[in-house]
């Protein structure tokens, strides 16, 4: 592709995840999920907020942070096993420590060792999350011992996919009839029949395979997916973020990124025509790290010639989630 312009706007995140593009306040939030820390970072006037998330009782991850609808500075946020819900203003400091007292669900009690990883919400709002195992001492993931959980807006959690060895990249079709989704060690991009009144999936078959498409160093991490129905993924590894005609299973694209371990995608900007792509310094070895000064980094990638499309808030029924907030949040 060509006028293609990849700008750095942050540098030196530990393992940068779950980008969200927020409209009302024009800034993106990502986490960086090994610091437990959520970032809130608004484009035009590049103030950088902070926010420390402490431990929730099942670890001190934080692997995505979501606004909740109609409530202004509330967010769902993954603390660990537990879905949890925080307090954060623009007035808060830009360095600024909360505790977790909210805690809606803890999944997973049985394999202590796992967390969550990627989520997203679906076209109603609910909110899908995932899960993966990885052993204690050296963090490499342990497969099929995660899931995959659906929360709806009347905070009952569901399962929808078990054995899952690592949860990420989630997208709906535009047409609310296909769930896309990519569980890392089984290196593709699948996709369900999704029923968007129920929020029931089935049917999963492959949409591409990394193995047999050239990919066989990379590994598929986060997706979005563009107002013309093409997937977007970053692919850890692979110093790419590739897109994909989902309906016939091919590569259209490929944007090259200055560093290696690309992590995750999301539709931003005023008209959505940015794309943000976030990074990793984990995964990389000393020399690796020392030779990509970008690692780590945000990048902002424009003149894609596509645009994306709003994301979707937590939907939750308030009235239900006030009965369970905690109000020194
Ligand atoms: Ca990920």
């Known amino acids: 592709m060509s006028g293609i312009e990849i700008t750095q706007i942050l540098p030196g995140i530990l393992l940068g995840e779950g980008p969200h593009w927020m409209d009302d306040q024009q800034c993106l939030l990502f986490v960086d999920i090994l610091k437990g820390d959520a970032h809130r970072y608004f ?31 509330l967010f769902i946020v993954t603390v660990g096993r537990s879905l949890a819900v925080i307090h954060w203003s623009p007035s808060d400091p830009d360095n600024h420590t909360v505790k977790v007292k909210t805690v809606l669900h803890t999944v997973d009690a049985h394999l202590p060792n796992n967390r969550f990883n990627d989520g997203k919400c679906d076209p109603q709002g609910r909110l899908w999350a995932g899960t993966y195992a990885c ?24 399962d929808r996919v078990n054995k899952v060895s690592v949860s990420n990249g989630l997208a709906w079709s535009l047409d609310k009839k296909t769930f ?12 369900f029949d999704y029923d968007d009144e129920s929020s029931k999936i089935c049917s999963r078959r492959t949409v591409l395979d990394y193995k047999t498409s ?15 129905g093409n997937l977007w993924v970053a692919n850890f590894y692979g110093k790419k973020v590739i897109c994909v005609d989902p309906k016939v299973g091919k590569i259209i694209h ?9 992590t995750s995608v999301c539709w931003g900007g005023e008209d959505y025509s940015t794309l943000f ?19 780590g980094s945000i990048f902002a990638v424009n003149g894609l010639g596509v645009k994306g499309l709003p994301a979707t808030n937590f939907r939750v029924n308030l009235q239900m989630l006030k009965n369970r907030i905690n109000f020194e949040d």
Do not use: F, W
């Not at 160093?217 to 563009?226: E, F, N, R, W, Y």
């Not at 490929?254 to 690309?262: A, G």
């Not at 976030?278 to 690692?295: D, I, M, V, W």
């Open 277 to 295: 792509v976030t990074s990793a310094q984990t995964g990389l070895k000393t020399e690796e790290l020392a030779s990509q000064s970008a690692a």
């Open 254 to 262: 490929t944007v090259e990124l200055p560093t290696q371990n690309v």
């Open 214 to 228: 050239g990919l066989q160093k990379d590994v598929p991490d986060g997706m979005c997916i563009d107002e013309t």
């Open 180 to 191: 896309y989704y990519n569980d890392s060690l089984a290196y593709s991009i699948d996709a």
């Open 135 to 158: 052993e204690k001492l050296s963090g490499e993931p342990v497969k099929h011992m995660g899931s995959l959980y659906c929360l709806d807006v009347d905070l009952t959690l569901t």
């Open 43 to 73: 484009l035009k006037t590049k103030r950088h907020q902070i926010l420390h998330i402490e431990d929730a009782g099942s670890g001190d991850n934080v692997s995505i942070i979501i606004p909740i609808e109609g409530a202004t500075d």
